[in-house]
């Protein structure tokens, strides 16, 4: 298993991120916020709701929130890491919708400096490095399919493709955090890959 992501398996996931692709097209094209909340319901994400949430409830979890996140083509989103403190244990399931084909990832970081907690409109709480300097890229991934993924520690998002992108992160509460992410990843690795 990853130590800072995890492939989620959604059957069909092609078929539900086109519906979900057709219900945020609008939005996306118009879209001039980098994150903006969105209420974790059916009439929001159609099937997506179905499976995701009883995923988690069969696995002892709760979804807390979630947003999307935008980084339009050519910018990146600077070096953070989401909520209050440094905490390895704070973990989304983020969802491509609109994403290119390559050219996009989410790096992370180690860091051994000093923290400055931030906080605005558009991302709540985060933490930034004081000095940027000592972060060391120790991960990268592509995410053109659903996974879990740490947010808890030092991470960017660099769009360096012509496409804008945009995912949804959710947001989820458990007591058993490595029981959940060995559920997970077994359940992704039972899963054959299509032809």
Same mark, same amino acid.
Request: charged share 25%.
């Given at each position: ?21 057709? /219900? ?105 490095? /004081? ?48 029981? /959940? ?15």
């Amino acid at each position: 298993m990853n130590k800072n992501y995890i492939r989620f398996h959604i059957d069909n996931f092609a078929e539900i991120q086109k519906s979900l692709q057709e /219900l945020y097209r609008d939005q996306h094209t118009g879209t001039s916020l980098q994150a903006f909340p969105k209420d974790w319901n059916r009439e929001n994400f159609l099937e997506l709701y179905d499976v995701v949430d009883q995923f988690f409830k069969n696995n002892n979890a709760l979804i807390a929130s979630c947003r999307f996140f935008y980084t339009p083509a050519g910018r990146t989103l600077g070096v953070h890491l989401d909520g209050e403190k440094y905490n390895t244990d704070y973990w989304a399931l983020n969802i491509p919708i609109f994403v290119p084909k390559s050219m996009h990832w989410q790096e992370w970081f180690k860091y051994d400096g000093e923290l400055k907690q931030e906080s605005n409109g558009v991302y709540s709480s985060y933490i930034q490095p /004081l000095n940027p300097e000592k972060l060391l890229t120790i991960d990268r991934l592509m995410l053109n399919s659903p996974h879990v993924l740490r947010v808890g520690i030092f991470h960017r998002v660099i769009n360096d493709s012509s496409e804008d992108r945009l995912i949804v992160s959710i947001r989820f509460r458990t007591n058993s955090l490595d029981q /959940l992410l060995t559920r997970i990843a077994e359940t992704a690795s039972n899963v054959s890959p299509k032809p």
